[in-house]
């Protein structure tokens, strides 16, 4: 049975004072997964000192669901682009006039764009067409970019170097690459954001986690993917990037109210949230 959403709340109200507080940068709970009790999962979001999450769009359609439901609760924003799996199908017109629309409608981010040659759904020709074209569109628009790369490294090197230069704002979601990129992301003046992975027993990185600077770091679920330890192998939601916001605490030798302090305002100036 759907649950019937109530009245609009803001997903800080209720939030736990003595938890740790956040921000979830990248989910995607628009889509079939969260149809049944999305409201229930910004409760539980709530109840665990969530102030908010960045819906992604990685699709125009996707876009549009999450528009519909960040209209329909405080706390949840939302972003537009085409992912590299869908490249080939990347029309500049058609999509690059529907992103625009959303950015004119309240979408915080171009994105989920990027590179992704592991899978390669879409030619890279094509993908790096599309993460262009995005780019170009962030830039003339003023807007940050949410970038999706995996075993891209050169390419997506570039293209981010590039678009620092251009003064276009990004983060490298989801991270798990190289320490090289991550310092060229920096170095543009980007951030970088980590989810539930960083919690698997086969995440030995940890020197990754300790090179963000705090001011650049960001936090995500990426839900419904991704579930950290304890919850591994269940359907994320952005309720349990606590866990995640934890592990970094611990491994960056710091207080977790602290760094989630930091992450909360790193996150609204990155996306410019009110």
Known sequence: ??????????????????????IDSHAHLAGEGFSEDVAAV?????????????????????????????????????????????AASYDPARDGSGIRDAMTHGAVAVGECG?????????????????ADQL??????????????????DDTTAMVRDAG??????????????????????????????????????????ALLRLVPEDRLLIESDSPYLAPVPNRGKRNEPAWCAYTLQRLA???AVDVHALGAAVVSNTRRFFALT
């Open 42 to 86: 910004l409760q539980r979001l709530r109840d665990a000192a969530g102030l908010g999450v960045v819906c992604s769009g990685e699709s125009l359609e996707a876009a549009a669901g999450a528009r519909r439901l960040a209209e329909a609760h405080g706390g949840v924003w939302w972003t537009a682009g085409v992912h590299p799996h869908d």
């Open 250 to 252: 611990e491994v960056r």
């Open 136 to 153: 170009a569109i962030a830039r003339e628009r003023g807007r940050p970019v949410v970038v999706h790369t995996r075993e891209a490294e």
């Open 165 to 206: 230069d251009a003064g276009i704002g990004g983060v490298l979601h989801c991270y798990t690459g190289s320490h090289a990129l991550a310092e060229v992301a920096l170095a543009a003046g980007w951030h970088v954001s980590f989810s539930g992975i960083i919690t698997f027993k086969k995440w030995d990185d940890l």
């Open 115 to 131: 590179l992704d040659y592991h899978y390669d759904h879409s030619p890279r020709p094509l993908q790096r067409r599309a993460f």
């Open 1 to 22: 049975m759907t649950e019937t959403p109530g009245p609009r709340r803001d997903v800080r109200d209720g939030a736990s004072s003595h938890r740790p507080p956040f």
